[in-house]
């Protein structure tokens, strides 16, 4: 499968969910010169993006026609996704149009790669191509190597490699891109409550000492529902005494990085982007 990056200038569509990644993306993309026209959801999508885009459009989770039409309307030929939609959606606020019924009856497994790449598949029919969301991110993607002053302890390297390859196992599967490790023991995976849900319950099992691992799925399409971690990741941890977080470099997006990483040298946290890791031993 090959993926798309951005052509340089003119307009691009921002189609947004949760969180302030559409911010950011929306800034930086305006910086390089581009027309933002935004797609919002209603429910999930900062009301505060309209001060951060040229164009914007409101709809309900499910709205597949009204999205097209509204980047047809705006002359829109290539776009990104940002921002997470809760899975939790799916089961109250879904109000899905004739085109997304349609969509989701040609999906054989309802898992988030297919329906994305679904989805992709049927803007693109429409003439609007899915961009890789790493565009344009240089600067807050997240690099290799120790970010704060205080590294991890062996122990909790230990669990570092552990959850690395425990990640690498529940992405395969389709699950989430996080877990929560103490003493080599995975003490809570992400599922549909997302990864601060994953976080707090895992913390709160383990006491203290937690150690997080995020990171890609193994066949993650980089179109799509990239990682990110920001300051209320690190607030989540403090809150559950929880000392390590490990995320995967090159593919993951630190939102507010000073402060990202001013909190957890506060709060005694340390923070590592990792490539790879080796094998298990023991």
Same mark, same amino acid.
């Given at each position: ?8 200038? =003119? ?7 949760? *969180? ?10 305006? @910086? ?7 797609? $919002?959801?209603?429910?999930?999508? %900062?009301?505060? !993006? ?11 989770? *499910? ?19 940002? *921002? ?12 899905? %149009? ?14 988030? %790669?297919?329906? !994305?790449?679904?989805?992709? $598949?049927?803007?693109?029919?429409? =003439? ?25 302890? @062996? ?5 570092? +490699? ?5 990640? &690498? ?18 003490? $809570? ?10 976080? @707090?319950?895992?913390?709160? !099992? ?7 691992? @995020? ?29 390590? !977080?490990?995320?995967?470099? *090159? +593919? ?9 990483? &001013? ?20």
């Amino acid at each position: 499968m090959t993926t798309s990056t951005a052509t340089h200038g =003119g307009r691009i569509g921002l189609i947004a969910g949760n *969180g302030r990644f559409p911010l950011i993306f929306a800034d930086n993309a305006r @910086k390089l010169g581009y027309h933002v026209s935004a797609v $919002a959801h209603e429910g999930e999508t %900062d009301p505060e !993006l309209e001060r951060h885009v040229d164009r914007i459009h409101w709809i309900k989770i *499910g709205q597949l026609n009204k999205l097209i039409h509204a980047f047809k309307e705006d002359g829109i030929q290539q776009a990104v996704m940002l *921002g997470g939609i809760k899975k939790t959606h799916v089961f109250t606020t879904v109000r899905p %149009d004739f085109r997304t019924l349609a969509l989701a009856a040609r999906v054989a497994l309802w898992k988030d %790669d297919d329906i !994305l790449r679904e989805f992709a $598949a049927e803007l693109e029919r429409e =003439g609007i191509r899915i961009c890789e969301s790493t565009f344009g991110l240089e600067g807050i993607l997240v690099e290799e190597g120790t970010l704060t002053s205080r590294t991890p302890t @062996k122990k909790e390297w230990d669990d570092i +490699r552990y959850g690395w390859h425990v990640a &690498e196992a529940i992405g395969r599967l389709d699950i989430g891109q996080c877990v929560v490790i103490k003493d080599k023991v995975v003490v $809570a995976v992400e599922a549909v409550e997302g990864t601060d849900g994953a976080i @707090k319950r895992g913390g709160e !099992l383990a006491k203290d000492g937690a150690v997080v691992v @995020k990171r890609c799925k193994p066949q993650q399409d980089l179109r799509f529902d990239l990682p990110a971690i920001g300051p209320r990741t690190i607030d989540v941890m403090a809150s559950v005494k929880a000392s390590v !977080l490990a995320v995967e470099a *090159g +593919r993951t997006v630190m939102l507010d990085r000073e402060l990202v990483l &001013e909190k957890a040298r506060s709060f005694g946290i340390a923070v590592v982007g990792l490539k790879q890791v080796e094998p298990i031993n023991g």
